[in-house]
C-alpha cells in the first residue's frame, strides 16, 4: 500500500516519508523530519526539527514533537540536536517530546514505548525500550529512563535523574533523586521512596525466585534498617560476593556504585 498524505496535511520540502505511512489531515512536518515505514500520524500533528521515528509507530492527535527546547541556555534553532524516536512507539495525544541540545547529541525514545495522554519529555533525555509513560508523567531535561520502567500517572522528574531498568513509580509521586532498578517507588508526602523490589513486573519478565532473591539481598544490605556502621562501599563489597552469580543483583550494585547521578532515597520504617 503506498503511503497516502492527506490534502490538507503540510509535508515540508526535504522531510523524507517511509514506504506505506499514513499522514492524517493538518498534520505539519518539518523540512529534517524523516518517518520511517508505515509510520501513521492521526490528523494534527506536529513534527520538526531533525526528527526521526521509526518504522511502525502510530502518533495521535495534537502531539508536538522534535521542536525547540524550552532550556533558556539554547535558543538558537539551528544548534538543536534533534530527536530520535524508536520503532513501534505509540505517542498519545498531547504529547510534547522536545529536541536535544547542543549538550548531548538528542532526545532519544527506545523502541516498543508508549507515552501516554498529556505527557511530556524534555530536551536531552534518553529513554530506553519498552518504557511506560502513563497520563500527565512530566519529565524534566537530561534524565535517563532505562528499558521496562513504568511511570504511573502524574509523575513528576527532575532534570538529570536516572531510573533504572524495570522500576515501577506509582501515580502522584514527585522523583528528584534515583530510582533503583528492579524496584518499587511510592509516594510519601508527594516525593517517591523506594519500598521493596517490583516482584510482579519481574515475574511478568521471567526473573526467576533467586534473580528476586538477590536484588532484594542487595537492597536490604546496603539501604535496609538492620545495617551496621559500616560505609555504603563496604556493603556493597560485601554483598557483591554473595550475589555475584546473579547478572541482576551485579546490575544492582553497578547502578548504585557507578550509575546514580543524584543518589538515592530510600525511606526509612
Excluded at 148 to 175: D, E, K, P, T
Excluded at 184 to 213: Q, W
Excluded at 243 to 252: C, E, G, L
Amino acid at each position: 500500500m503506498a503511503t497516502v498524505i492527506d490534502p490538507s496535511a503540510i509535508v515540508k520540502p526535504g522531510a523524507v516519508i517511509g514506504d506505506d505511512c499514513k499522514i492524517g489531515p493538518f498534520c505539519i512536518i518539518g523540512p529534517d523530519v524523516v518517518l520511517g515505514n508505515r509510520v501513521e500520524l492521526i490528523s494534527n500533528v506536529i513534527i520538526d526539527g531533525k526528527t526521526s521515528i521509526g518504522d511502525d509507530s502510530i502518533v495521535y492527535p495534537f502531539a508536538v514533537l522534535g521542536v525547540m527546547c524550552q532550556d533558556l541556555k539554547w535558543q538558537d534553532e539551528s544548534t538543536m540536536t534533534g530527536l530520535r524516536i524508536g520503532k513501534r512507539c505509540r505517542i498519545r495525544e498531547y504529547v510534547t517530546i522536545h529536541s536535544g541540545t547542543p549538550a548531548s547529541d538528542g532526545t532519544e525514545i527506545g523502541d516498543d514505548c508508549q507515552i501516554g495522554v498529556n505527557a511530556h519529555v524534555g530536551h536531552d533525555c534518553k529513554v530506553g525500550s519498552n518504557v511506560v509513560m502513563s497520563n500527565l508523567v512530566q519529565v524534566a531535561g537530561h534524565v535517563e529512563i532505562e528499558d521496562y520502567a513504568i511511570l504511573s500517572g502524574g509523575v513528576m522528574v527532575l532534570q538529570f535523574v536516572r531510573i533504572g531498568r524495570n522500576a515501577f513509580i506509582s501515580g502522584m509521586s514527585g522523583v528528584g533523586d534515583d530510582v533503583l532498578p528492579y524496584s518499587i517507588y511510592e509516594a510519601a508526602s508527594a516525593r517517591a521512596v523506594y519500598r521493596t523490589i517490583n516482584r510482579v513486573g519481574l515475574m511478568r519478565h521471567g526473573f526467576t525466585n533467586d534473580d528476586m532473591h538477590a536484588i532484594h539481598n542487595v537492597y536490604c544490605s546496603v539501604f535496609g534498617c538492620d545495617k551496621d556502621n559500616t560505609t555504603v562501599t563496604d556493603r556493597l563489597n560485601k554483598v557483591r560476593k554473595e550475589v555475584k552469580n546473579s547478572p541482576y543483583a551485579m546490575d544492582a550494585i553497578d547502578f548504585i556504585e557507578n550509575r546514580s547521578k543524584r543518589g538515592i532515597r530510600v525511606e526509612k520504617k
